[in-house]
């Protein structure tokens, strides 16, 4: 460890390193922690009137961060412009600090984060307490864990670009693996010059998938195409079914203990795609098999709030069903925050949300979908997902799984994810419904089980790669 003094500005106020800053209120309670640079897992310490910054030299555990990181108390907010925001709520002085983990006194909360409080406060998935026997110095002991591996099938598309770049952020990411048929070389040198902790790689066509999904802890496919003018239903589907079915086909092979996290549309019958191959391949865990249908939740949250002037962070909407159209049934009689709509105002926000790719597509005037949205929506499942890997015992999210809450077999909604998966489906929403989410809920069954049927029929008819 190479120590270096901290600068007393004021009596309140340590100058750090790397331009960033601690502040104590008189009792000798942290308030405010500020740094523009994280690197070497730091560790900030306060021992009686001694004040240093102990920097350890491990270079393997290096995580920079350009923008500044802040820490507030709930009567001390930081200005809106801050990328984060944490509140302390331990009464006791915080012994150290170390990387980007925290100890379980920490609460944070986060008006940008991919985390919203229905998955408990968000940011608390990079922050989770390791056991202090190892390191009985450091009571509060904290070190960052980039131990897992995520590979995107898809990564030179609309949706996969932005998403490799999100997921590059993560803490917990040691190795993004990206793969594409073609263009996904020049991705990965791009993104290879981002300094957090994963090493990146390209791979490309179909001999160099295997090697990408090798030791792969989840797997995420956007891979496929956008619907264009012109294009029906059913030749959408004919050609993202084929792909889905083919990458599945490989992460059966390769990594079959993976989360397998699918986005390619239609997500309605790409997911009972993906399972049938599993079941023909021996190696199908539905706890590990996701529809990724965040971004109906964000959109919900997101319009509610606007709606209704409320604080974002707040708004938690839970959206069951599927992931198109009339099947998307945001439950907002269940709106966290509880909040009051009118008759017109459900109507007018259910269909917004159910219709809300298509208010972008008819944005961007033919020039494409909603990526950047998406991508957005797919990072902060993939960050629930090594959250609940990493050993984090309270992530929640709504997700199209297989399912026991209806009579269909697969099914959105909110699920609470482990070490193994899907640990519980969360039936209590589904409960109590209003007359018109009950209606709603009727209706969005025939459409749902037969995107369902489609897709295992196409499964049934196509013979599996052994």
Sequence with gaps: ??????????????????????????DGVVDMVALTVLEATPSFRAAGNQKKCEMATTSASTFS???TVSFR????????TKPFAARFTSQNSLASFSGLKAATYVKCESEYS?????????????????????NPRSQYGLQPVASYKVAILGAAGGIGQPLALLIK???????????DIANVKGVAA????????????????????????KGVNVVVIPAGVPRKPGM???????????????????????????????????????VPIAAEVLKQKGVYDPKKLFGVTTLDVVRANTFVAQKKNLKLIDVDVPVVGGHAGITILPLLSKTKPSVSFTDEEVEQLTVRIQNAGTEVVEAKAGAGSATLSMAYAAARFVESSLRALDGDGDVYECSFVQSDLTDLPFFASRIKLGTKGVEALIPSDLSGLS????????????????????????????????
């Design 190 to 213: 791009d993104l290879s010059h981002c300094n957090t902790p994963s090493q990146v790689q390209d791979f490309t066509g179909a001999s160099e998938l295997g090697n990408c999904l």
């Design 169 to 179: 952020m993560s803490p917990l990411v040691s190795a993004l693996n990206l793969y």
């Design 232 to 270: 029906t239903r059913d030749d959408l589907f004919n050609i993202n079914a084929n792909i889905v079915k083919t990458l599945v086909e490989a992460v059966a092979d390769n990594c079959p203990d993976a989360f397998i996290h699918i986005i390619s549309n239609p997500v309605n019958s790409t």
């Design 114 to 134: 991919f985390l919203g409080t229905e998955s408990s406060a968000a940011l608390r998935g990079s922050f989770v307490p390791k056991a202090q026997k190892a």
């Design 435 to 466: 007359e018109y989410e009950e209606k709603a809920l009727d209706a969005l069954k025939p459409e749902l089980k037969a995107s369902i049927e489609k897709g295992i029929a196409f499964v049934q008819k196509q013979p599996i790669t052994a």
């Design 65 to 67: 961060i350009g923008s």
């Design 1 to 26: 460890m190479v120590a270096s003094t901290v600068t007393e500005a004021t009596p309140s106020v340590w100058r750090l390193p790397n331009n960033g800053w601690v502040k104590v209120n008189v």
């Design 73 to 80: 108390s709930k009567g001390n907010p930081f200005p809106q």
